[in-house]
């Protein structure tokens, strides 16, 4: 399945998002209430994918292309 490159690249940020919106909810819902211990691990979960993402695409960025790339000729 392919993404439109808008989304693409917007993912990392996308799962940062998600990831604080579970932790305002389990703190909005209190460590009292038995289902916040799971809301706080899935937000340190997408939060944690984030930055795998994140870290990916800059080291991929960073990384020489092995492409072909047409050589230069001096005139």
Do not use: H, N
């Amino acid at each position: 399945m392919w993404l439109p490159t808008k989304l693409y690249e917007r993912l990392p940020l996308i799962w940062l998002i998600i990831g604080l919106l579970f932790f305002a909810a389990a703190f909005y819902m209190s460590f009292a209430y038995e289902w916040s211990i799971w809301y706080f691990g899935a937000g340190v979960s997408c939060c944690v994918w984030a930055g795998i993402l994140f870290l990916v695409r800059s080291r991929r960025e960073q990384a020489p292309q092995s492409g072909q790339e047409p050589a230069e000729t001096a005139d």
